[in-house]
């Protein structure tokens, strides 16, 4: 399926932050409250499952298992982020950019997610089976999975991405444009309801939909 650049991709302003501090990674547990800083380079260990960053910058954070259950992204960039693992179910992202970052599995089911950035990235399995996602882009990213079966979607767009797997079992909602999104394999074909396609995308489709109806194409 041809690559195509979106149209009437969602307008999310990039973030300006300006005066952080410089934050010490010890800072970085559960539940805290971190507003207005930039944490460079750290190796993260500990849960930071209820944690909150306003107006934070989180660059080239590492592990071998992020825990950011429950936690708030908000007005905040994370810029190279590196694990095989970052588990975030429940978190909220909002006003945010995910940048150049390389995670195995992002599990980011039953979250909130609006007006959020996802730019450059490699990421294996990006998990939102049951969130709301308002207002996001994806922008060359390249993905095995791309799963929002259930979730609830608005202005969501991609450009210049792949995927080996797109799943959209149960997914509801209007303005999903699927013309910037590479997709070897679809389940769910009940979640298009609401999408956009590219006529190159349908035409590629058209023996698997028929064959989803109950329709035999023949000569």
């Known amino acids: 399926m041809a690559r195509r ?8 302003e990039r973030l300006v932050l300006h005066d952080l501090e410089p ?3 010890a800072a970085l547990t559960a539940g805290a409250d971190l507003d207005g800083m930039r944490f460079d380079g750290a190796r993260v260990a500990a849960s930071l499952g209820g944690a909150t ?7 080239e954070l590492t592990g071998d298992r992020i825990d950011l259950r429950g936690a708030s992204v908000l007005e905040s960039r ?25 995670v195995g599995a992002l599990d980011m089911t039953s979250s909130e997610v609006r007006r959020l950035v996802v730019e450059g990235s490699k990421i294996g399995w990006i998990n939102l089976r049951g969130s709301v996602v308002h207002d996001v882009v994806f922008r060359h990213c390249v993905f095995d999975e791309v799963d929002l079966g259930a979730a609830k979607t608005a202005r969501v767009a991609f450009e210049d991405c792949t995927t080996d797997k797109l ?10 444009d699927l013309r ?3 997709f070897r394999a679809l389940e769910g074909f009940e979640g298009l309801r609401g999408a956009v396609l590219s006529p190159n995308q349908v035409a590629l489709m058209a023996e698997t939909l028929a064959g989803h109806v109950g329709v035999s194409v023949r000569e």
Do not use: K, M, N, Y
Not at 5 to 12: D, F
Not at 53 to 59: A, H, K, M, T
């Open 5 to 12: 650049q979106a149209a009437h991709t969602p307008r999310i």
């Open 180 to 182: 910037g999104l590479d």
């Open 78 to 102: 994370v810029l190279r982020l590196a694990a095989p693992v970052v588990s975030a179910p429940g978190s909220a992202w909002r006003d945010a950019e995910l940048i150049e970052s390389r």
């Open 53 to 59: 960053f306003l107006e934070c910058e989180l660059v």
């Open 167 to 176: 799943t959209l079992t149960q997914r509801t909602g209007d303005a999903l």
């Open 23 to 25: 934050g010490d990674a």
